[in-house]
């Protein structure tokens, strides 16, 4: 198994990354990679990650949010 790293390490076996990451992407790719959706995508994740209890660390600096 895999061992995450990183901010949200805490939270990826409770909520699968995965369609947050698909979602990401196309988002990024139709808008010529806009920063404001990365983060509004990084937000939502960590804000489902702590609806199911999830420790979340520090990932706005990391992603320059």
């Not at 198994?1 to 390490?9: I, V």
């Not at 979602?23 to 990679?33: I, T, V």
Request: some cysteine; glycine content about 6%; proline content about 3%.
């Amino acid at each position: 198994k895999k061992s995450f790293q990183g901010p949200f390490r805490a939270c990826h076996d409770i909520v699968k990354p995965h369609d947050f990451c698909r979602n990401c992407l196309s988002d990024l790719c139709l808008n010529d990679g806009a920063r404001l959706i990365l983060c509004q995508v990084l937000e939502t994740y960590a804000a489902t990650c702590r609806k199911h209890g999830a420790m979340v660390h520090d990932w706005r600096t990391l992603s320059g949010c």
